[in-house]
């Protein structure tokens, strides 16, 4: 955890995400962000609406965009919720499947005493959904074999896809292999939230000229 700009160690980290698109997708939906049609609504809606609340706060936003290089949030948010890591790379919740996504991390220089995932953890004694999961459907389902467990993901076979018109289900409705999960299927995203994130990914992609 970097100190904040001050110099000021961090003390306490309050991670900011959402499950799943319902109201959090009303809600940017209608932001000026998402209406103006400049580049990376998100991240900017993000920035705009959490920075004067961590100045409020007394303390500063990081964002999952700031990098490369990236600050690890998956890992931030694994100590703050019970999320394990999954065999396609994305973190799974027993609740919600890997239906979240981290918005941002609020640091602060003074101490809040709330009880973190690992106590939480400890109590109930839970363990990854993947370990029970019968033919681990998301690592069979990948048209371009994009997973594998002793490999690293290759978005850009995923990319060629989803950017093709036989990736039309992906790039509608979202990864088919995160669909297949079956845990969370009711946090699932609404198609047209999927669509926004596909079609980011891929814009991203053409515009870096990886594909
Ligand atoms: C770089 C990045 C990517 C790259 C991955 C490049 C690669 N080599 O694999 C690309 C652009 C391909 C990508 C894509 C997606 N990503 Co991404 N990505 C990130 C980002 C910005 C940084 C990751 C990082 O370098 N972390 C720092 C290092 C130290 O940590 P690490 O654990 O070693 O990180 C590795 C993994 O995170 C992995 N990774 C990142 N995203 C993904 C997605 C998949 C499917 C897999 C297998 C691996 C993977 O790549 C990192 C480097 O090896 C994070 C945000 C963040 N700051 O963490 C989001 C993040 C990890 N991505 C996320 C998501 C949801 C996606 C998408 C599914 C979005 C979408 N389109 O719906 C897509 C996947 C495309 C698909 N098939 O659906 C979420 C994950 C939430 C969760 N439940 O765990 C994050 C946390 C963003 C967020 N705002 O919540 N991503
Ligand atoms: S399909 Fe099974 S192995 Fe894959 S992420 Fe879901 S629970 Fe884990
Ligand atoms: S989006 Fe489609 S092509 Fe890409 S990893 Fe998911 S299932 Fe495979």
Redesign the pocket.
Known sequence: MPDLSSGQPVLSVIMI?NVGSGDFWDSFKHSGEYLDAVSDP?DRWAKRVVTPIAAKAGGEAL?????????????W?SRSET?F??P??????PDWG??????AAILLPFKIEISTAEQEMSNSSLTSPCLSCEGQPCLKI?PVD??GVDR??D?LA??YH?ASDAGTS?ASK??L??RACPVGQQYV?SSEH?AF??F??IN??KLMGEI
């Open positions: 995400g998100m964002f999952p965009s700031d990098g490369p290089p990236y600050h690890p949030f998956q890992k948010a999320l890591p999954s396609i790379g994305l973190f799974i919740s890997t239906w979240h996504a981290l918005r990948c994009a997973f690293d993901y978005y995923c990319a989803v992906c979202g990864c292999a995160r995203l999927a994130h596909m980011a990914f991203e992609r």
